[in-house]
């Protein structure tokens, strides 16, 4: 992946910094990225067809807006659970969800979760943020938690084809203060091939001019 991926911006900044960040913007991240990338994902979800009684991750929670989404598709008969990196998130998620989805605080490099036991994940403007070199650990991890057969969704920054000038101005942005342009745009759907998973149905759409990627794919 390195050399494939050369042309995508590092990230620079420590799982602990992001971390910090995360806690201290989860009160008002509705009221910013939340509102912006939320009818994305939830185009996503509704791709990724959740059905009753399933069992689903979803990697970064956030607040959980998705995930309360997901609950609903599940059911009584099924579980969702989420899993995130930020303390503040979770907190903000439990006091939305409450005991309807089973949430911890994790990295996706090194999933809580053994091996086999989701029939779908879901992934949404939380790939970007990992570093080149980590992502295809993070999607062994997904291959490894999910089912025979199961599915992956994934929302993300959209470095693919020649880009555009939205795409490079965030990159820039991305360059000049990663603290708080912490995600960039990556190659999803290469990213996601090389994993091994086979692409299913796939989207591409923008935010305000910047590109973005729906991928559904699902386990060899």
């Given amino acids: 992946m390195k050399d ?13 910094d992001a971390r910090r960040y995360y806690d201290r913007i989860s009160r008002y991240y509705d009221l910013m990225s939340g509102l912006f990338e939320g009818r994305h994902a939830q185009t ?24 309360k989404s997901i609950v609903r598709s599940t059911g009584q008969s099924g579980m969702a659970c989420g899993i995130d990196i930020s303390m503040g998130m979770l907190a903000v998620s439990r006091r939305r ?17 053994k091996d086999g036991i989701f029939d779908a994940v879901f992934i949404s403007f939380t790939l970007e943020l990992f ?5 295809p650990f993070v999607l062994a991890e997904i291959d490894r938690v999910l089912k025979d057969q199961g599915r992956l969704g994934v929302v993300s920054m959209s470095k693919e084809g020649r880009g555009n000038l939205m795409g490079r ?23 996601i091939v090389d994993a091994d998973f ?23």
């Avoid at 570093?131 to 992502?135: A, L, M, S, V, Y």
């Fill in 4 to 16: 494939s991926f050369a042309d995508v911006s590092p990230v620079k900044r420590s799982k602990s």
């Fill in 44 to 67: 996503a979800l509704d791709m990724l067809s959740i059905a009753g009684g399933e069992a689903v991750l979803e990697i970064g929670i956030g607040t959980g807006q998705c995930l």
């Fill in 97 to 113: 969800l409450g005991n309807a989805a089973l949430v911890c605080c994790g990295d996706a490099t090194h999933l809580p979760y």
């Fill in 131 to 135: 570093d080149t070199p980590e992502i």
């Fill in 169 to 191: 101005i965030y990159e820039w942005l991305h360059k000049k203060w990663p603290a708080y342009f912490d995600c960039r745009p990556i190659h999803v759907k290469k990213a």
């Fill in 198 to 220: 086979i692409i299913q149905n796939q989207r591409s759409v923008n935010m305000f001019g910047l590109p973005l990627k729906i991928v559904i794919a699902q386990k060899l």
